[in-house]
């Protein structure tokens, strides 16, 4: 028999396959992109070759080939442990939990219209909330201040003593009817809450039992002075929070960030190293940062930490006081749009699968490869701090 030639290849006349050749080694030789080119000879050798004796030179250089690519593994493990990625956060990454049901959800987001009347704001909140449990989303996404207009002066007005209880708190208390009713888990957003003569920017989780799992107070206040375009310091009013939030429910552990936050990525990193599958940030960017930076953030935290991110705009009213951007958006974790909208009001859906997390961080193993003899990211008040369902 003689061997079939096929395709060139760079620096040898021929590639060639033998009809005798096991068809492992067929495959093999038809791949010698992904094989060292010391499985080729040329075709002068090939057709001299009898069965056997390609045979054997294909068996030789593939059995070199195996021990080269064992031997660059062992370097790398051992370049890895010099380069002690492990001390590069600390305390050291948490493995990504088991998500319930699979990891595979619907998720909804209520890019919602606000108005001044906070009645009102609440009815339809509720409106929207049981419309997307009614069309099968099992975590839902609500804006930021969506109970008042966004402004220094509403926010004493509108505020709500959570931690009084839930008839306190005509916000909260609808959330947790409207979960509990629709068994959905709901990320609220925020709203002003006051609490011991201090105003906070508040996002509450619910289970799907009605049950307060979680309470997030927006760490980073918004105060920023871009001349001619716009001014706002959030902390004229309000006060910083002073942890983060991490908690388990039934649709993944979900982490929490309000607005402003998503433009630190040392809490996004600190929320990737413990274990959080999704990051929701309800925002209400403007006009000017809005168009720049908004969806630029939302992909750089997502591919940074190879993770789910969601954010959450108030619709647009062009006669308030503070006109927001919209765009509300669900990002993947290699930094794929799953879900947007334009800037009126609007529920957007996605279906996330969380065994994506695992897949990007096989294709680029960033966890592995980080530098932790030359950085670490501290994580000051991680102790036992992810809460359960």
Sequence with gaps: MRARLIGNVPGYITCCLHPCL???????????????????????????????????????????????????????????????????????????????????????????????????????????????????????????????????????????????????????????????????????????ERNDGKLYNTCCVFDKNGELKAKFRKIHLFDIDIPGKITFKESDTLTPGEGLCVVDTDVGRIAVGICYDIRF???????????????????????????????????????????FVVTCSPARDTEAGYIAWGHSTVVGPFGEILATTEHEEATIFADIDYSQLDTRRQNMPLESQRRGDLYHLIDVTRKDTVKSS
């Design 265 to 307: 990525p040392e809490m996004a990193m600190l929320y990737s190293a413990r274990g959080a599958h999704i990051i929701c940030y309800p925002g209400a960017f403007n006009m000017t940062t809005g168009p720049l930076h908004w969806e630029l953030l939302q992909k750089a935290r997502a591919v940074d930490n190879q993770i």
């Design 22 to 192: 096991p068809q492992s080694l067929q495959l093999a030789a038809a791949s010698p992109g992904r094989l060292s080119r010391s499985l080729l000879c040329s075709s002068e050798q090939a057709l001299s070759y009898s069965s056997s004796g390609i045979l054997q030179h294909l068996t030789d250089s593939v059995s070199r080939t195996l021990h080269l690519r064992k031997a660059y593994t062992r370097s790398i493990v051992a370049m890895a442990s010099d380069f002690q990625p492990h001390m590069a956060r600390q305390p050291p990454s948490e493995s990504l939990p088991n998500a319930p049901n699979g990891g595979k959800y619907k998720l909804a987001v209520c890019q919602l219209s606000v108005t001044s009347d906070k009645a009102a704001n609440i009815a339809h909140a509720r409106q929207k909330i049981e419309a997307a449990a009614d069309s099968g989303a099992q975590l839902i996404v609500l804006p930021e201040m969506w109970n008042c207009p966004y402004s220094n002066d509403s926010f004493p007005t509108y505020a709500e003593d959570i931690d009084a209880g839930l008839e306190a708190s005509p916000s909260s208390h609808m959330l947790s009817e409207v979960a509990r009713k629709k068994k959905v888990t709901i990320v609220g957003g925020s709203i002003p």
